[in-house]
């Protein structure tokens, strides 16, 4: 006789704002579990970070970011505020020379100079963005594109500097050689790691802190769990290296993962406890499909091979603009959401971006 055991996964609710309640806790029944919770920010234990700088991860990041540029914009022209004060509150530092950092410094800078200067004439001689990376921006596409990508964010007026955060201050950045930056916005954008949330839980985890897991996505000492995204990476014993934290392997893993359930629950396995010694057929394989980043000014950079040390096309320019709106696109859910990101995009080529402060 086989002994079931009832799973559980015991929750506790969120609600934020004014109407907040006071959070209570439940528990749900599972059959089989998928951990896909992503991850955070990095801050590398670097002080100041969480208190002062604005992350590039959720939509009310997004929310904060445009708040706080306006806001800065209308205190700069405050009567009697100084020109060293104006350059503080009009500097737009991004830490991070990746393809999220590089494409916020350009999409930025496309709006300070076609949009915010005609609103805020005042403006011009002050406000600038400042990219700070440690190595070279854009470390794993080919070595043309860094060059042109370095060269655009130049002519866009990007500030491109090499250097190490060692200190974030509510007005300045120290960096490790002791050159103090003063900002007015501070945008973090230095790549993802294990949330604390994957970091207590009792799994067995991957080099990085990741939940561990085998080929078939597998928590091996948890049969019934699975985990997918940037939470999960392969254990040492698989021999295989963690893949990168990219939206498409996320969704490949999704894919792959859906039709593997599909297959346990046709062949009996899916209840708990049920499917342990099952045949689960060929492994998850994952193949890059390659990488894109606009760098603003109706510019971008495709680079369409499955590895750094691979050969393959890249491609820049304004038809990689096009190829990276167009993918964009495609990775919209639905049709209808598709329909409103294209008169969106419209709205802004004809009238430019709102700049009004709600």
Request: proline content about 3%.
């Amino acid at each position: 006789m086989q002994l079931l055991v009832k799973l559980f996964v015991h929750c506790q609710t969120i609600t934020d704002g004014l109407q907040s309640l006071k959070p209570w806790d439940f528990k749900i029944s599972y059959d089989k579990l998928v951990i896909a919770s992503g991850a955070e920010a990095s801050t590398f234990g670097i002080n100041g970070v969480k208190e002062h700088a604005i992350f590039l991860r959720e939509v009310y990041h997004a929310q904060e970011i445009r708040r706080k540029l306006l806001l800065n914009l209308m205190l700069s022209d405050v009567p009697g505020v100084s020109d060293e004060e104006k350059r503080r509150l009009l500097h737009c530092v991004v830490v991070g020379g990746g393809p999220t950092g590089v494409e916020f410094s350009g999409e930025l800078s496309d709006f300070i100079m076609k949009d915010v200067r005609q609103r805020y004439s005042h403006v011009k001689d002050y406000i600038h963005v400042t990219l700070i990376e440690a190595n070279d921006i854009l470390s794993s596409f080919d070595d043309r594109l860094r060059v042109y990508a370095t060269n655009q964010l130049t002519k866009s007026g990007v500030r491109l500097v090499r250097g190490t955060v060692k200190d974030v201050q509510p007005k300045k950045i120290v960096l490790s050689d002791g050159t103090d930056v003063p900002y007015g916005l501070l945008v973090w954008s230095t790549g993802v790691g294990p949330s604390s949330f994957i970091r207590n839980m009792d799994l067995p985890k991957a080099p990085g802190g990741r939940i561990g897991i085998d080929e078939w996505l597998r928590v091996p000492s948890a049969p019934d769990i699975f985990a997918i995204g940037d939470c999960s990476g392969y254990l040492e014993s698989t021999g295989k290296s963690t893949l990168p934290a990219l939206a498409q392997v996320a969704e490949r893993e999704g894919k792959y993962l859906a039709g593997l359930l599909n297959k346990i629950g046709k062949a009996g396995g899916g209840h708990a406890n049920s499917g342990a010694d099952m045949e689960l057929g060929d492994p998850f394989v994952y193949r890059h499909l390659g990488s894109m980043a606009t760098v603003g000014n109706f510019k971008a950079l495709v680079d369409l091979r499955q590895s750094k040390e691979a050969k393959g096309v890249s491609i820049t320019g304004f038809a990689s603009w096009l190829m990276w709106r167009s993918a964009y696109l495609t990775r919209v859910v639905s049709w209808r959401n598709r329909f409103y990101v294209t008169v969106n995009w419209l709205t802004t080529f004809v009238f430019g971006r709102d700049i009004s402060r709600i």
